[in-house]
């Protein structure tokens, strides 16, 4: 049996699905040897810490009931550069100003020579090659799956199971919550006001919509695609984005006339990173409703690969977390 | 492009072949030869009709090397629109006047609007257009498409493409 001793930093919707499936898939990790154990548990207030294990069902419940994971005054930074373990979980929020704290936090753990695992994508898409660099200096394995897609893989299905072949064009939908609104307006023939509104209260869209209609969200995802599947060297600056604010319920009526969907694509290839609304063919695999996501690969031997699944979602992108945690321990 | 021709052959073996040589030798692709055998002209040559597929540029030397072998054509009909796309523009299509836009697209020569559809909510309210338009080849359509980018960004209108994986067909 391989122990790895993991800290999660961040427990939100992403950091608490972590949790939930390293306790429902526990016999399932011990059977391939491996054994995360958490040995430091942080939000952005408190922090738990236990060297045999913290135990996750009850720092679930305490967040739950009072909205901290623990009493401990360490900060997320702190547990990374002074407690010993192998592994860090970093899902703090996206700040793509700054980078925010998962930067710092991304820094701290290479410096430390910690493996990373993160759904977080703001210190992705500004400051790639920086980061790849640290990690390559501290000897460090650092995945990022879920930063592009959730649920849906990607970066590891263009990088690994696609190797020898040379991706030429990726395509898709990666943003649930313009997906949503632009299915939602077509079924309704309703203003994007209107369907903005609903998205909100069911959750698929934040208080502050900007970073997901203005295209921006989309955009960081290309960016991690252009620098981890085209080795660009690009970041926010150089995408071009449109975003779906604009569209009406008349134009969808139309397009879908002349048999089109419009949804909110974006594309990266060798000459461009682009976000902004398409026109797709009612039957193409592109065309997914709902608040799914979808990516087509094209590939110079195998043509084009497509992928659907959840973009989002506390259990979904755990999922991706976890088969990054387990393809960098396995064997 | 797709180009349709009517020629006159003299009637004497061979002249078939010698009107297909140069569509197969500049690469072209032949999609129909219409031989009216019994059919005789005034002039007593044998009138063909030829559908075929070439690089525009390539068309002067297919017409140069019949010419050269003696034969007739006596119409050269191109069926030049060839490329069929779909974009759709969000914005005050009418107030930015949709003639002048259609008209810029119609003047290249290239690519026509060959369909419009305009629905106009209220007034003052955006408006949503679909535009149909034909195009000599698929980068003339790509040429058209990046006119009416240009001309959206001076009107201030969005404009919706198709995705790229099904070209701009
Ligand atoms: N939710 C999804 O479906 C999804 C999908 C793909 C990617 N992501 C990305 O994954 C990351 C996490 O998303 P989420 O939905 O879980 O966000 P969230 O629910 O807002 O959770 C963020 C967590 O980070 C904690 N935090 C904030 N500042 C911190 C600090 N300085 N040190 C330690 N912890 C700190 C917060 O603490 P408190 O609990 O004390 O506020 C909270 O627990 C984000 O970067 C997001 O973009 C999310």
Redesign the pocket.
Known sequence: MKTIRVSV???????QGVARVLIDKKDYLEKMGLDFKVVAV????TAVIDDNGVDLSSVLVR?QNE??VGSEKI???EIIETIDHDLVVE????NIVTGG??LQNMLAAFKHGRDLVT????PLAMKYCELIEAARAGGSHFRFE??VG?AMPVLNLAKDVLAGNTITNVEGIFNGTCNYILTRMTEEHAPYEQMLAEAQELGYAETDPTYDVEGIDTACKLVILANCVFGMNASHEDVTITGITKITPEALLLAQNEGYAIKLIGEVNDSRINVSPKLVPIDHPLAVGGSLNVASVQTDLSGPITVTGR????I??ASAILSDMISIYRD | MRVSMDIELKDIPGQLLLALRPVSELKGNLISVVHHHEKRTPRGSIPVQLVFEIKPDKLNDIVSSLEESGIDIVRIDEKRFFEHGAVLLIGHIVHTDIQDTIDTIDKTGYAEVVDLNLSMPKINMASSASLKIDAISKEHMESAIALLREIAKKKDLLVIEPIKSIGVA
């Open positions: 930093i961040g427990f939100g919707a992403v950091g942080a939000d952005s207030r967040k909205g901290v900060t997320g930074l899902t703090t929020p996206t704290v998962g759904s977080n994508k703001g879920a930063t959730g973009g989002a979602g506390s979904e992108t």
